[in-house]
């Protein structure tokens, strides 16, 4: 199969940034891995999750015993490539010197990387900028900043990430979107097939994921599951 960038004449706004609307639609099933969160080869898993329908996929090489140096950016680059393959956004995780050396379709930073601001300043107007915010400052903050999305979490206990926040539920959520905050949001932390409705309901325009489909026997059927929910919700 031909290798195609899925971002190449993604929409722009008029203005400096990536059309809303745009973004949205690619948040509906956000998988995210590193080779720690896989009991198979990444690239199988991914091939698999792809094949089940997710919409975006973050590479995250983050914890115990994560691969760095030349390692990280041989299976950044596999990875990347099967994404581009299949027209899948491929985003990059904290790791902004990575993703301009691959010419990733975006980054995804929290609160303690740099802001979204000086990451415009560096990655250009179509690259998409997540991130992620835990309370309304943080949200209003992110997107004076030119966030094109905010990850919000954890909506339910994760033991994927060792320095989550306390668990908020949907609340966040829901009173951004009572308030009229229309910026494309994914819940994030602890969505699994089961739970991922009320985040849908609750306002939020996809769900994000690592072990739901990383850690499931077919990623292939977990991904089609949630994708599933969404069309349900
Ligand atoms: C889609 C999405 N939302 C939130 C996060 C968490 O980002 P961060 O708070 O920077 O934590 P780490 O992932 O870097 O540990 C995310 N990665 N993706
Ligand atoms: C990477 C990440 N960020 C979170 C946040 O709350 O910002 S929770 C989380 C881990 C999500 O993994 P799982 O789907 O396995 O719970
Ligand atoms: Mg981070």
Do not use: W
Not at 76 to 91: K, N, W
């Amino acid at each position: 199969m031909s290798e195609r960038n899925p971002l190449s004449g993604s929409p722009l706004s008029g203005g400096e940034r990536l059309d809303s609307e745009y973004v949205r639609g690619l948040l509906k099933v956000y998988f995210i891995m590193g080779s720690i969160n896989c009991r198979r080869p990444a690239a199988e898993v991914l091939k698999e999750a792809i094949a089940g329908g997710v919409t975006i996929f973050q590479f995250r090489e983050k914890g115990t015993g994560a691969l760095t140096g030349a390692a990280k950016l041989d299976l950044a680059r596999e990875l990347q490539g099967i994404c581009r393959a299949h027209g899948v956004p491929f985003i990059v995780n904290d790791d902004i010197d990575l993703a301009i050396a691959l010419d990733a379709d975006g980054v995804h930073v929290g609160q303690d990387d740099e802001p979204a601001r000086i990451l415009r300043e560096q990655l250009g107007s179509d690259k998409i900028i997540g991130v992620s915010a835990h309370t309304p400052e943080e949200v209003r903050q992110a997107i004076a900043d030119g966030a094109d999305y905010l990850g919000i979490g954890p909506v339910y206990p994760t033991s994927s990430k060792d320095d989550a926040r306390p668990v908020q539920g949907t609340v966040l959520i829901e009173s951004l979107r009572r308030e009229g905050i229309s910026i494309p949001i994914v819940g994030i932390g602890g969505i699994t097939v089961n739970n991922a409705l009320p985040v849908l309901a609750a306002g939020a325009d996809g769900i994000s994921v690592i072990s739901a489909i990383a850690s499931a026997s077919s990623p292939r059927l977990a991904a089609a599951e949630l994708a599933n929910q969404e069309e349900r919700e």
